[in-house]
């Protein structure tokens, strides 16, 4: 069985991680934040001080950490897993990032005979705790069916979608869909309020038909409840957001609703909640109700 290292345990990776120890697989882990290591050394990982040695004994590395610039870090900066990693391994990124420096990265990696693959996901905290996630993942079909084991420990659907760099075009995609469904599930609730409706009751008559989506089913009712704690925060879903739109511009391609979901949560963030849940773009849309 593969030797795994994993590289970022924040709300995604640690329960991610979590479930390739509990399917048998030996990790290693590392995290800026050292302290965060404990609970997946109790369940018993491995920690390394620093991503080139979470990668020197490891046939598949994992990173799943906050933006590009942090991947480029952990994997080619000082102390980097480029300088502990074994020729022929693979370096799988979880992370959602630009498809450019993605494709940048595995350039870098292939030249000391290491292959990437993008494999970003979908399906927030949840699905990382149940092992359900969806996985798109960008690479050699090879390499993605040699990590088949690895991957559907953490997911419930691994879509190979193309040659690197396409799983993060993949997951952006992803993300234009959940930023404006969840735009129309605020303004649902919103106008369901203001009518004298219970949004509960009109998520419940709605969820099941045309009209259903995950966000409605279970960003709606938090919504409805005043529920803003993150499943998956403000400050991570524009970052996701700014990527989608930087890369929309190199092809000239308008992106015309996903720009003003991307107005209404800088509006939050300018309110302080930019680590609250997405369904907090409700609060900014209610703003403009006041």
């Not at 933006?67 to 799988?92: A, M, R």
């Not at 959602?96 to 993605?102: F, K």
């Not at 609703?257 to 849940?277: D, N, P």
Request: glycine content about 10%.
């Amino acid at each position: 069985m593969s030797k795994i290292g994993f590289i970022g345990l924040g709300i995604m990776g640690t329960p991610m991680c979590l479930n390739l120890l509990k399917n048998g697989f030996e990790v290693t882990v590392y995290n800026r934040t050292m302290s965060k290591t404990q609970k997946l050394v109790g369940a018993g990982a491995k920690a390394a001080e620093t991503p080139t040695l979470a990668a020197a004994n490891a046939d598949i590395i994992i990173t799943i950490v906050s933006d590009s610039p942090d991947v480029e870090q952990v994997i080619l900066g000082e102390n980097g897993v480029i300088h502990g990693v074994k020729s022929g391994s693979v370096v799988i990124d979880m992370s959602t990032i630009s498809p450019a420096v993605t494709r940048k990265i595995a350039a870098v990696l292939k030249a000391k005979n290491v292959h990437m693959l993008d494999a970003p996901v979908s399906g927030g905290d949840t699905g990382a705790k149940a092992g359900t996630l969806a996985i798109m993942v960008g690479g050699d079909k090879k390499i993605v069916e040699r990590c088949l084991p690895v991957l559907n420990a953490m997911g419930k659907t691994v879509t190979h979608v193309g040659a690197n760099g396409m799983g993060q075009t993949v997951k952006l995609c992803n993300q234009i869909l959940v930023s404006i469904t969840n735009m129309a599930v605020c303004e649902a609730v919103l106008f369901a309020k203001r009518a004298g409706v219970d949004p509960k009751t009109m998520i419940e008559a709605t969820k099941n038909g045309a009209a259903g989506s995950w966000q409605l089913a279970n960003l709606g009712p938090k919504m409805a409840d005043g529920d803003f704690a993150p499943g998956f925060m403000i400050d991570l879903q524009q970052k996701d957001l700014r990527l989608a739109l930087e890369t929309a511009r190199e092809s000239l391609t308008p992106l015309p609703a996903l720009s003003l979901v991307h107005q209404l949560f800088t509006g939050c963030q300018t309110h302080g909640e930019g680590s609250e849940g997405t369904q907090a773009l409700f609060k900014s849309l209610q703003r403009l109700a006041e």
